[in-house]
């Protein structure tokens, strides 16, 4: 039975907003465990946002409209994106707004901005951030475009459904191409979600903050909404890699049965993910800024790698 | 005799003439000169915009040969489809610029006269207008040499100045360097239209009909491109650029950076595809390189700036290293006739040159709006002024966001486009191109990430935080006419960006003639909504959509969060509980690109120090620190440097036989006529 293409992304954008804070709560339940600490509920990143929702907002005498206007941008990009990346359905109608360039570029506009709002109040620890997020940006935006270079190498598109879609499609065999690419993509997601080894989401302390130097002037309202949009980039990231290298259970068309059928899946991939991003954040320890360079430069290596094995044994 | 583009671009030129001629009279009321200037050049740019959309769309070619010139050598004029594109790209920049001009020279009434800087600016503007419509390479040059001399002159306006002499020289020459270039590239091509016999190879009709030999094909080719990439400011000819554009007033600096560096695009694009023709691909590999060097070195450099119009400047160096690439890739493409892909790489790096102008042109009129109130350059001075300049700032702020390549705004697009041509490099038959080919995506990636990284820097410096410098004066948002530039420059950006599929069917026909090859039904194939270069299954992007997407999210979200009546308490900052945290404790400029100057130090000479002052008792407890930083360019040290010396070196050895007698003089002379004597027995 198939149903209506709308419905299909409605549901997929309400998964996304629901299930961020989920995986969020599992990747902290799973560190607590493996770090031997008891572990907060999986449902406290909810309370945390329930809780923040319902605060007021302290702002800064200095903070300009920029400062406010921020965190509902970052939201509505994060949104976007989830109405792009085929989480549930490859078909989606929205799926053909943005490629995956113009994708990794909506993430841009939103870290364009975060940096800005860090430097808004004028205090040392917002430009920090925003200084070193803008680097670390830089260096895996050459790496990222590799990644996204060899994984189309496949599916002759940047469509993101139809690169879905071909792999899917595909034998279940082991392309050294998009092994490479995902090593890749997998150096340039921890990068870009800011978790261990190039920034932790977990510290305050002065000198390892990245992301959270950027938005520490925030509160109330605006608070939860970037730390909801943060949890949804890590969200959209993991789904990304999963809809670009393991799509095997993505429903294909508006099937009723096939799109209910995904969300399962969904589910158990995500959990398989959190563990193994947990297993790399208690495995690594941070790593002091100017060694990034050298992680994201070895993420470029993989991805050229995985270009040129393309054109040598495919 | 009706009305045909022809007709409007005469008007163009009249009305520009009617400038000049009523300077003198006005001379005496500089309100007025001021007021007539900007209005005869505004709608002398205006009916150039609507001559070149009309031959595009129509593709109605008009010719005409000007009786003046020298006797049997008269001047020839062509509007074609590529001349109306670039009066396009000229005109509609000059016209946003015209209007900001009104309120921007009023800042000298009182000061100094403006007659100089009106009267060239006009024949700036028709400088660059007569050199796209040049038909031979006399008139051509005459253009060229018009376009040059005025801005030379532009650029001196302020030239008490030490710094703005040293500039308009450095400009002067390397300008000249470049005009003898294309001279001669244009002597070889003329040369070989009539086998060296008679004059009637300058016309650029006989170029195009000559087939060259590939030598002197190759000869003609690298001299154009080495000539036009001076005045383009590409790696590493470029050392002028952030020189000359931020001494100029900015206005003249939004001109020049926004539209004058087009004219040597014009000129690349018109002597490879229309003049010459057929070339092997690695002219075209050539201009890709030299495009990548110049997009990443022109943003690293640009990074390390801290006056806003030479940062302004050095991404000027970046954005035409852009436009090369589309440029080079097309060609490289059209070599291998894939005329398909050659006409998305060519609209691509066109559609760059558009939108290029655009933005640019809008930092520059901000960046000058900020000079206008703070009389400042330095960012290191500036901060929170978004609170003083709302307008200046929001609109600047649509220029960052163009110019950094991001969504829904027009940088995006043409980068996009460009990326596209790049993913379609595998379709090369060639397996070296094929490897090496993406490795140039990878470093377009660099440069748009690093371009953001910049622009937040020069963004939050400028007009966040609070004010760093010393003097506290009272500022002022800049008067309507400024402000009315540059909101029409920035919603050109945002139109552009939102609505590009409109854009490239209408470049589409010029992209055909040039290139061979047509994605306007591919294209826009989904309707005007959908951006699908080749087909929707290989790639897809929708602005309105995304644009609109976005905007609702985000309204929708404020709606719903605010239908709670919370309170938002503004407080003092939070200084951690230490003592008052003061404005010299913000993140400066150069702080802020210190990660990547360590990452990328390498490629920049740099001077650091650090002096105590006076030496302490210990050295923990500094009494006061002096940190003097200084990068250089490298290519200045080995490049220019050399030639520099060399020539001081030369003069001085030729110094030595001036002595100031006139006995001794006269021996030369009488030497010289004995030797000549000689030879010409």
Known sequence: MNIHPLIVEITQIAVLLVAAPLFTGWVKMVKCWFQGRTSPSLFQPYRDIRKLLAKDVTLAENASWIFRFTPYLVFGVSIMAGGIIPILSMDLPLSATADVIALVALFAIARFFTALAGMDIGTAFGGMGSSREMTIASLAEPAMLMAVFAVSLVSRSTSLSQMALVVSQGHAMLRPSLVFALLAFILIALAETGRVPVDNPATHLELTMIHEAMILEYSGRHLALIEWASMMKLFLFTTLGIASFFPWGIARNDDLVAVLAAIPVLLFKLGIVGVGLVLIETGLAKMRIFRITEFLGSAFLFATLGMLSFFMLE | ?681
């Open chain 2, 1 to 681: 005799m009706s009305l045909s583009p022809f007709l409007l671009v005469a008007c163009s030129f009249l009305l520009l003439a009617f400038l000049l001629l009523i300077i003198p009279v006005l001379r005496s009321n500089q309100k007025h000169l001021i007021f007539a200037g900007s209005a005869l050049m505004m709608l002398s740019a205006l009916a150039a915009v609507a001559a070149g959309i009309w031959t595009v769309s129509s593709g109605a070619m008009s010719r005409v040969i000007l009786p003046l010139g020298l006797p049997d050598l008269p001047f020839h004029i062509r509007l074609d489809r590529l001349s109306g594109f670039f009066l396009v790209v000229i005109g509609l920049l000059s016209s946003f610029v015209s209007i900001y001009s009104l309120g921007y020279l009023k800042g000298y009434l009182g000061l100094r006269p403006v007659t100089s800087l009106v009267a060239f600016s006009a024949l700036f503007l028709g400088g660059m207008f007569l050199v796209v419509l040049a038909d031979d390479a006399f008139i051509f040059l005459v253009a060229w040499e018009m376009m040059a001399a005025s801005s030379y002159f532009l650029v001196l306006f302020e030239d008490e100045r030490i710094e703005n002499r040293r500039a308009a020289f450095l400009y002067l020459i390397v300008a000249h360097v470049g005009a003898i270039s294309i001279l001669l590239s244009f002597g070889v091509m003329a040369g070989l239209a009539t086998d060296f016999k008679g004059f009637g190879g300058y016309a650029f009709d006989a170029m195009r009909e000559t087939a060259l030999p590939a030598g002197w094909a190759t000869t003609a080719f690298l001299l154009a491109f080495a000539g036009f990439s001076a005045k383009a400011g590409v790696v590493p000819l470029h050392v002028w650029l952030p020189e000359a554009h931020p001494v100029a007033p900015s206005n003249v600096s939004a001109l020049m950076s926004g539209v004058m560096l087009k004219t040597a695009i014009y000129g690349i694009v018109r002597v490879v595809f229309d003049l010459i023709g057929d070339f092997p691909w690695w002219w075209g590999a050539l201009v890709l390189v030299f495009g990548l060097v110049s997009a990443v070195m022109g943003v690293l450099y640009a990074l390390m700036q801290h006056d806003l119009k030479r940062l302004l400047a050095y991404h000027s160096v970046e954005n035409i290293g852009i436009i090369l690439i589309g440029i080079g890739l097309a060609m490289i493409f059209t070599s291998f006739d894939m005329s398909l892909l050659a006409a998305l790489a060519l609209i691509a790096g066109l559609f760059h040159t558009l939108n290029h102008a655009l933005f640019k042109g809008l930092l520059f009129m901000g960046a000058g709006a900020v000079l206008h109130a703070t009389h400042e350059r330095n960012m290191e001075e500036m901060g929170g002024l978004i609170r003083f300049m709302p307008w200046t700032a929001a609109l600047f702020l649509a220029g960052c966001v163009s110019i950094s390549a991001l969504p829904p705004f027009n940088g995006f697009v043409s980068e996009w486009l460009t990326y596209q041509a790049f993913l379609l490099s595998p379709s090369l038959p060639s397996p070296l191109l094929n490897l090496l080919i993406p490795l140039g995506a990878a470093l377009l990636a660099l440069t748009s990430a690093l371009a953001a990284a910049c622009f937040v820097k020069a963004f939050g410096v400028t007009f966040l935080g609070s004010r760093r410098g010393r003097h506290h004066g009272i500022i002022h948002e800049v008067d309507w006419s400024m402000r009315t530039g540059m909101l029409l420059a920035a919603l050109s950006c945002l139109g552009l960006g939102v609505m590009p599929t409109l854009v490239i069917k209408w470049m589409d026909p010029l992209a055909e003639e040039l290139a061979g090859g047509t994605i306007a039904a591919s294209a826009s194939g989904f309707g005007w909504m959908w951006l699908t270069p080749i087909a929707a299954e290989r790639a897809s992007y929708s602005a309105p959509i995304a644009f609109l997407g976005v905007l609702a999210v985000v309204i929708i979200t404020y709606v719903v969060l605010h239908a709670r009546p919370g309170a938002i308490h503004r407080v003092p900052l939070w200084d951690c509980g230490f003592e008052k945290v003061t404005d010299r404790m913000q993140y400066t400029a150069t702080s802020f690109a210190m990660p990547l100057r360590r990452i990328f130090g390498y490629l920049f000479s740099i001077k650091e120090n650090v002096h105590h002052y006076p030496p302490a008792s210990h050295p923990a407890f500094p009494e006061r620190l002096h940190y003097h930083l200084r990068v250089r360019d490298r290519f200045w040290m080995w490049l220019y440097q050399p030639v520099v010396d060399a020539s001081f070196w030369l003069s001085r050895r030729i110094g030595r036989m001036q002595h100031g007698r006139i006995q001794v003089y006269l021996i030369y002379s009488f030497v010289t006529i004995l030797v000549l004597l000689i030879f010409s027995r």
